[in-house]
């Protein structure tokens, strides 16, 4: 028979993979739920049904195409390709301009209709966010 | 002028490097005392960089755009003092201070390690300068900050005006000097680890550097946290942003670290644990100067980059991780003496408790910052982990983590029981009662805020009798973990109670709910040495009566040609009134958000508390209890 130390110890081993594969299953799982993907309006386009999910959809902000009252926003983002209508309010950062890359965090009304509950700041004129540049890239 | 003997003492840096590898190699087998050759090139290096830090210094004070990376990142009508902290506000730069910190910490363990043997210093300054080598070379060769550029610009392209700040001026060398300080922790541990020389008297010596790094990394982070809140205007000090989450996860580590090299000074046990904590630390801290500075992370914060960097330190990474794992198995003699007499409870089992809830909250950061690149990578899709992944994987284990702060420090080492200890109960009710009392004025969530708040007011008090009753034993103890307990208490309470108005208005309207008036009564403009300003007058009325006038500033910086909000916020000990106001492009309408967030300055507070706990520590001579 094995000793009550060794007993002991395989326990402990066996309590500590446990312990890691539930954390580890926890996570992934969580992060499931919570993970925002993001899209570009023509990806938006191609949806097969319109999803209840949190997205983020990133392009251009449309030439002349703000439109601004006290409670909301509204604007269209662009990739060239296709567009979306935006409706936000909220605080709006002080690089979003017309012709600027934006990226706007919300739920899909329709696959016309963007309800934004958030537009991210950039730090930096020149500065892209990734996904715009790929986006705009790939057309 | 300056950029040139920068550029050449970089590389006469480089070659002291050289010499102290081969003569404190050629010195390692000798008997007798540390070769004087040794130290003075170990000075000597420092003093190279030094000299090529303050020619960097001198060329963005004199404005010498021949110099790329001036000419990248400065301005001459800039004023002086962001001229100087230009010099560390951008990549090259900021490597150069890397370098001048890794030097600098190097020089001084030798200096304070003169009683400890020979090869152990030797072998520490060995691993170290395999560090200082690898930065060298990543310096001159991807990011050299002398370079020239020809014909010489009239004009530099200047420095990002977000960073035109005197938080985030201070802000990265405070949090280098403690990401850098773990690479003293690192090489010593390593040469411990291949000595085995791993005692108790180690342990005290090396807790030193360890109460080093992590003060400054705290305070680091907290200057970061103070700049965001009030510079980003969105109101908020944590958003669990990657760049955010790479300074904590080395935090974690380290705060990880120090409670092991505790038992480890007291017991000579959790030896594993403390070379794998110190590995961890380094690595991380070197991983989060990658992912900020390749640009792979999809930030808010994020600044110019580029991509062939990120692969340099990518590589140098996975080399000191592989150096680090072989000498942790080759070397490392795990020793089954102590494991035995663990008692289920006492103070290292406590310990031990923290070091896997610790572990377990890095694994979650960990996971939610490189999990998004990752996905990238095999799949192409594009993905953001936000506060909620945060919030609902790390909320419920902060609980059961609040109640074993509060009850860990109160048990011996080796074995404890719960004699004397009924005031605990009498906590935990008060805080229920407190608890249940706050929370049911809310829509919120009862039964877990409940319990969550619960668990940080019983930890608060517990932690404030410690600090009445205890009085001077063990005071940096008490104060960090009393500063921790009021971290968390007004992190939660400012949650709960922070309130938010936003909305569009134009000069002279006026904004009206069932509480408060805001009245945006006027806009006046200024000209300032490199910015226009516009400063709005607000004046916020409260239901009661109050006034209270805000005055909110936009700034258009001319070169770059960039327009940030500086917010206005009123602080006192109870609230923060805190109002932004930014531009709509083309418009007449100005984007106003109101908000008041309670305990703010708490939070501040109680982080300068926690590190405060940390320097007593520090300066304490005699070994507490």
């Known amino acids: 028979m094995y000793g009550r130390k060794v007993k002991l110890r395989?326990?402990?081993?066996?309590?500590?993979?446990?312990?890691?594969?539930l954390s580890i299953f926890l996570i992934l799982k969580s992060l499931e739920d919570n993970v925002v993907y993001f899209q570009s309006p023509s990806q938006i386009k191609l949806l097969t049904e319109v999803t209840k999910?949190?997205?983020?959809?990133?392009?251009?902000?449309?030439?002349?195409?703000?439109?601004?009252?006290?409670?909301?926003?509204?604007?269209?983002?662009t990739d060239f390709k296709n567009e979306i209508n935006v409706v936000y309010s909220g605080v709006i950062p002080n690089l979003f301009a017309e012709g600027k890359g934006v990226v706007a965090e919300g739920y899909l009304k329709d696959k016309e209709f963007f309800l934004a509950t958030k537009i991210l700041a950039k730090h930096d004129e020149n500065y892209m966010p990734p996904e715009v540049k790929a986006a705009l890239e790939e057309k | 002028m300056a950029s040139l003997i920068g550029s050449y003492s970089l590389i006469f840096g480089l070659g002291c490097s050289v010499l102290i590898i081969f003569f404190s190699v050629k010195d390692f087998n000798k008997s007798g005392n540390l070769n004087s050759k040794v130290i003075s090139f170990t000075f000597l290096q420092l003093f190279f960089i030094v000299v090529s830090f303050f020619g960097l210094i001198l060329s963005f004070v004199n404005s010498d755009f021949s110099n790329e990376t001036v000419f990248n990142h400065s301005h001459t009508t800039k004023p002086l003092f962001y001229k100087i902290t230009g010099t560390w506000g951008n990549h090259e730069g900021s490597l150069l201070l890397w370098l001048l910190v890794l030097t600098l910490f190097i020089f001084l363990f030798l200096l304070s390690s003169k009683k400890e043997p020979k090869k152990y210093r030797i072998l520490t300054l060995l691993f170290q300068q395999v560090i200082i080598f690898g930065f060298f070379i990543f310096v001159i060769k991807t990011s050299n900050p002398f370079s020239y550029i020809f014909p010489i610009p009239t004009e530099g392209l200047g420095l990002n005006p977000i960073l035109q700040d005197p938080a985030l001026a201070i802000h990265p060398p405070i949090l280098y000097l403690g990401y850098v300080g773990?690479?003293?922790?690192?090489?010593?541990?390593?040469?411990?680890?291949?000595?085995?020389?791993?005692?108790?008297?180690?342990?005290?010596?090396?807790?030193?550097?360890?109460?080093?790094?992590?003060?400054?990394?705290?305070?680091?982070?907290?200057?970061?946290?103070?700049?965001?809140?009030?510079?980003?205007?969105?109101g908020g000090f944590w958003f669990w942003d990657p760049v955010e989450n790479v300074s904590l996860m080395p935090w974690l580590a380290l705060t990880t670290l120090l409670h092991c090299i505790l038992v480890l000074e007291k017991r000579l046990i959790l030896t594993s644990w403390v070379?794998?904590?110190?590995?961890?630390?380094?690595?991380?801290?070197?991983?989060?100067?990658?992912?900020?500075?390749?640009?792979?992370?999809?930030?808010?914060h994020t600044f110019a980059n580029d991509p062939e960097r990120g692969l340099f330190i990518l590589i140098f990474l996975f080399c000191l991780i592989f150096?680090?794992?072989?000498?942790?198995?080759?070397?490392?003699?795990?020793?089954?003496?102590?494991?035995?007499?663990?008692?289920?409870?006492?103070?290292?089992?406590?310990?031990?408790?923290?070091?896997?809830?610790?572990?377990?909250?890095?694994?979650?950061?960990?996971?939610?910052?490189?999990?998004?690149?990752?996905?990238?990578?095999?799949?192409s899709e594009k993905i953001s982990v936000g506060p909620p992944f945060y919030n609902k994987l790390i909320i419920p284990f902060l609980i059961p983590f609040l109640f074993a702060i509060a009850i860990?420090?109160?048990?011996n080492w080796i074995k404890s029981d719960f004699k004397n200890k009924k005031y605990l109960l009498l906590f935990l009710i008060v805080s229920l009662i407190l608890s249940i009392f706050i929370v049911k004025n809310f829509k919120i969530d009862f039964l877990l805020n409940t319990i969550l708040i619960t668990s940080a007011f019983f930890l608060f008090f517990v932690t404030l009798r410690d600090l009445i009753v205890r009085q001077f034993t063990n005071l940096s103890q008490s104060v960090a973990h009393f500063g921790f307990s009021l971290l968390i208490l007004s992190i939660l309470l400012n949650n709960i109670f922070s309130t938010e108005i936003i909305t569009n208005l134009k000069i002279g309207e006026?904004?009206?709910?069932?509480?408060?008036?805001?009245?945006?009564?006027?806009?006046?403009?200024?000209?300032?040495?490199?910015?226009?300003?516009?400063?709005g007058k607000f004046s916020i009325e409260s239901f009661d009566g109050k006034v209270v006038v805000l005055n909110p500033e936009l700034r258009i910086y001319n070169q770059p040609n960039i327009i940030t909000s500086e917010a206005d916020i009123k602080t006192n000990l109870l609230t923060d009134k805190f109002i932004t106001m930014n531009i709509v492009h083309n418009q007449d309408y100005f984007n106003i958000r109101y908000q008041t967030k309670p305990y703010m300055v708490w939070i501040w507070i109680s982080v300068l508390l926690i590190s405060c706990g940390g320097l007593i520590s520090f300066l304490r001579k005699k070994y507490e209890k």
């Open chain 1, 10 to 21: 395989l326990f402990f081993i066996l309590l500590l993979l446990t312990t890691l594969a």
């Open chain 1, 53 to 77: 999910k949190k997205i983020r959809v990133g392009g251009m902000v449309k030439n002349n195409s703000i439109f601004i009252k006290s409670k909301k926003v509204r604007f269209v983002i």
């Open chain 2, 182 to 234: 773990s690479s003293i922790i690192f090489s010593s541990v390593l040469a411990a680890t291949t000595l085995n020389y791993i005692t108790k008297q180690w342990a005290k010596d090396i807790k030193k550097w360890i109460l080093v790094s992590w003060i400054f990394l705290t305070l680091g982070i907290l200057l970061g946290s103070i700049w965001a809140y009030y510079e980003l205007g969105w």
């Open chain 2, 275 to 300: 070379i794998i904590l110190s590995i961890a630390t380094f690595t991380l801290s070197m991983c989060g100067t990658f992912l900020v500075r390749s640009g792979i992370l999809n930030s808010v």
């Open chain 2, 323 to 379: 150096l680090s794992f072989f000498v942790f198995f080759f070397f490392h003699k795990i020793e089954n003496r102590n494991t035995s007499n663990f008692f289920w409870l006492s103070k290292e089992t406590s310990i031990l408790i923290n070091n896997w809830f610790m572990m377990y909250f890095l694994s979650v950061v960990l996971i939610g910052t490189i999990y998004p690149i990752f996905l990238e990578v095999i799949s």
């Open chain 2, 408 to 411: 860990g420090p109160k048990l």
């Open chain 2, 510 to 535: 006026t904004f009206q709910s069932e509480k408060l008036k805001i009245n945006f009564e006027s806009l006046e403009h200024a000209d300032k040495q490199n910015y226009k300003s516009l400063v």
